[in-house]
């Protein structure tokens, strides 16, 4: 039985996998066939300033059909379902690193109450199936109560940090609310936050508006000061996802989980409803 199981090798998955891998954690990483076959031939080249450069061999497999010791969801909202039927065997534990909140409905109905949410916070990206480069020396991911100590363990014996981060909705909501304004103010303009910071900023309020009457305690100011924070040439996969035509962009797990939330509970998201509007045409388009 695999102590680790990673379900999604794009980067996220890949560099958790790789880390972990490297630390001596018998981890295994699921995902389609054609990708299961070049892991296997070669490995993942992993370009990062906090884990370090070189090639990684992954254990690799189209499906999980053993128990595992905790199960990391590292696929795309769009992929979610999908993923899901490559897991046979039953972990201990499940711990998604999706961006939004609607996929724990989806995952609870799958796995019950072994579910613990969580979230990662790393800038980088896939080069190719086999190479991801890691851009900021942080990889980080936040883990809500009741908290998972084995995986905790492992993560953290890989170098990365994990953090307590307290309820659930406090976890998925303080992730949501960074990440908003970000994504859909520089994919709506495609655009780098430099030039779209006032947008960005009035979506992180609405966000944290929303957030508020979910019951998760966010700071909005906090927020938007993190957002003034970052320089003038960050952006999001949101955008990237679009600029290269890419299907499977996270739009309604990121605009459209706060616009359902704040429907629900009659709040104005005007800024927001704006940008996903344009975000939805710039991928209409292509």
């Given at each position: 039985m695999p102590d680790v199981a990673i379900l999604g090798s794009g980067a996220v998955g890949a560099l958790v996998g790789a880390a972990l891998t490297r630390a001596g954690t018998d981890t295994i990483v699921i995902t389609r066939e054609p990708t299961v076959e070049l892991l296997r031939r070669?490995?993942?080249?992993?370009?990062?300033?906090?884990l370090g450069d070189g090639h990684v061999p992954l254990r690799a497999e189209a499906r999980l059909g053993e128990p595992a010791g905790a199960l990391l969801v590292a696929v795309k909202a769009p992929h979610l379902v999908a993923a899901l039927e490559r897991i046979e065997g039953?972990?201990?534990?499940?711990?998604?690193?999706?961006?939004g909140v609607d996929h724990m409905a989806v995952l609870r109905a799958r796995f019950g109450e072994r579910v613990v949410a969580g979230t990662a916070r790393v800038q980088a990206h896939r080069?190719?199936?086999?190479?991801?480069i890691h851009r900021a020396p942080f990889l980080t991911i936040a883990i809500a109560q009741p908290g998972t100590p084995a995986l905790t363990r492992a993560l953290a014996a890989a170098g990365i940090e994990v953090l307590d981060g307290g309820a659930e909705r406090d976890v998925l909501w303080a992730k949501l609310s960074r990440l908003a304004g970000l994504a859909l103010a520089t994919a709506a303009a495609d655009a780098p936050l430099g030039a779209v910071r006032p947008e960005a900023e009035a979506v992180a309020r609405e966000v944290a508006a929303v957030a508020d009457a979910e019951g998760a305690a966010i700071d909005a100011e906090q927020i938007v000061e993190e957002l003034r924070g970052l320089p003038d040439g960050a952006s999001s996969s949101l955008r990237a996802d679009l600029a290269a035509g890419r299907p499977d962009h996270e739009l309604d797990a990121i605009g459209g989980a706060v616009l359902h939330h704040a429907e629900r509970h009659r709040l104005p998201a005007p800024r927001t409803g704006a940008?996903?509007?344009?975000?939805?045409?710039r991928a209409a388009a292509g």
């Open positions: 070669t490995g993942v080249l992993v370009e990062s300033p906090l039953e972990p201990d534990v499940v711990v998604p690193l999706l961006n080069e190719s199936p086999t190479h991801v940008l996903v509007s344009r975000v939805a045409r």
